[in-house]
């Protein structure tokens, strides 16, 4: 079995995080994921890896995902590699710093507690536990929208994943009254982008119930654009 699951992130070292933003999000169209006051988690489109600017370390780091980080670190050492840093508690799991024989420097972390939870505006607002999800999704979504999966209810679903709708609309919509038409409704189908569980696009339908059907429907322009 492999002891690397995937590539989590690349962190990048920038002096500045508005600067860097300016950079990575402005100039080169990497839709803003999360951000805190050091690091800002940015989208790679074809990939649920992201880029992360954070300005605490000079390094760049490649983050590499595991299943336990204790379990990991102590084969790592066990096949010939080295603990830089011993296992640290995270804000969604755990994490260390490990040194393969050639003296390269890895970042290796587990999600064991949970994902991170955002508002409208990407800001990090805690942390969503692994148990307590609202929306079920599978661990490696796959179809025909990569990063995309569908579910066919509003059950668990929160306001804090409906941002971005009804942008421009005379009467404002709230997020806390989109859920409400979400439940109400007779049949609903959701779009929920996988590494944030935000509902980036919905169709309703309003049913006599035996024949007839009236659909609504909006996506979100795209992933990221309501940050």
């Given at each position: 079995m492999?002891?690397?699951?995937?590539?989590?992130?690349?962190?990048?070292?920038?002096?500045?995080?508005?600067?860097g933003l300016a950079f990575y999000r402005d100039r080169l169209g990497h839709a803003l994921i999360w951000r805190t006051a050091a690091a800002a988690g940015l989208r790679?489109?074809?990939?649920?890896?992201?880029?992360?600017?954070q300005t605490e370390r000079p390094e760049l780091e490649p983050n590499l995902l595991v299943a336990s980080v204790d379990q990991a670190v102590g084969a790592f050492a066990a096949a010939g590699g080295s603990v830089l840093l011993a296992p640290f508690p995270i804000a969604i799991g755990r994490c260390a710093v490990v040194v393969d024989p050639w003296d390269n420097r890895?970042?290796?972390l587990d999600a064991g507690q949970g994902t991170l939870v955002?508002?409208?505006?990407?800001?990090?607002?805690?942390?969503?536990?692994?148990?307590?999800?609202?929306?079920?999704?599978?661990?490696?979504?796959?179809?025909?929208?990569p990063g995309i999966v569908f579910r066919d209810s509003a059950e668990g679903l929160t306001p804090d994943r409906l941002c971005g709708f009804f942008a421009g609309w005379r009467r404002e919509v709230s997020a806390e009254e989109h859920l409400r038409i979400?439940?109400?409704s007779a049949a609903v189908a959701l779009a929920i982008e996988a590494s944030t569980r935000r509902?980036?696009?919905?169709?309703?339908?309003?049913?006599?119930?035996?024949?007839?059907?009236?659909?609504?429907?909006?996506?979100r322009l795209k992933p990221g654009d309501s940050r």
């Open positions: 492999s002891l690397i699951l995937k590539v989590d992130c690349v962190q990048i070292p920038v002096p500045d995080l508005d600067a790679l489109p074809e990939s649920d890896a992201e880029l992360v600017l890895l970042v290796l955002t508002d409208c505006g990407g800001n990090v607002v805690g942390v969503e536990a692994v148990r307590a999800r609202g929306v079920p999704l599978p661990e490696d979504p796959s179809g025909p929208l979400l439940r109400g509902v980036v696009g919905f169709v309703t339908a309003i049913s006599d119930g035996v024949l007839c059907a009236h659909l609504t429907s909006s996506p």
